[in-house]
């Protein structure tokens, strides 16, 4: 089983302490474990909006996917981060129907690409929320994920729900995690990826996902 792993800083295992402890290495050994010979590979890049992303799966990842028996799709956090950040500095309103319509376009592509290239199953995870104890993130992250829930529907991909997994537990699964407000985004570091627990617990719960 060859499972390709595509995202943003979170798949390419930023503040996870080394690349071992990603999600992505940690999900190959749970199957490996699970008498599933499993091979994994990574195309993630921190900062890759589902712009960058797609781009990516057209010039580099084709030869990748179409070896790939599944592939996991994790993005959109930096598009829904890189907005909020921009409307919290100006004070102006979040647009969130452009971001919205911007991501739905971009993902679809992504979903289209996949399968025009390969057999492989698609996993499609969710977002969860650095920052639930702001209403407004709250609010952007619900709307992202039913957006995603709703084009993984319509492309016959499976949703891998992450932002179950993490909803109340951010404080133990978070790198750097404070009072959970967008507030905590604007001090430099930005508080928004699995630490090495967090990274486990994505990878015990998205193997099953993954196997036939």
């Not at 991501?103 to 996949?114: C, D, E, G, H, K």
Request: aromatic letters at 10%.
């Amino acid at each position: 089983m060859i499972y390709t792993a595509l995202g943003d800083s979170i798949t390419f295992g930023e503040n996870a302490s080394s690349l071992a402890k990603a999600y992505p290495h940690l999900t190959v050994s749970t199957l490996n474990s699970s008498s599933c010979k499993a091979r994994g590979l990574v195309l993630a890049r921190p900062g890759w909006s589902s712009y960058d992303l797609l781009d990516a799966v057209i010039w580099q990842g084709s030869s990748t996917i179409s070896r790939s028996t599944a592939v996991s799709v994790w993005i959109g956090g930096v598009d829904l981060a890189n907005a909020a950040l921009f409307s919290f500095k100006t004070k102006r309103p979040l647009d969130a129907k452009h971001i919205v319509a911007s991501y739905r376009r971009n993902l679809s592509a992504i979903f289209t690409r996949i399968k025009k290239g390969s057999r492989a199953r698609i996993i499609c995870c969710t977002q969860y929320n650095p920052f639930p104890n702001s209403s407004l993130a709250v609010e952007w992250v619900d709307g992202l994920n039913r957006t995603t829930n709703d084009l993984a529907h319509s492309y016959d991909v499976t949703v891998a729900p992450v932002h179950m997994w993490f909803e109340g537990n951010q404080a133990d699964l978070l790198y750097g995690y404070r009072k959970g407000k967008i507030e905590d985004a604007l001090s430099g570091s930005l508080p928004i990826h699995p630490n090495d627990r967090g990274h486990r617990v994505i990878a015990t719960k998205l193997a099953p996902y993954l196997l036939p």
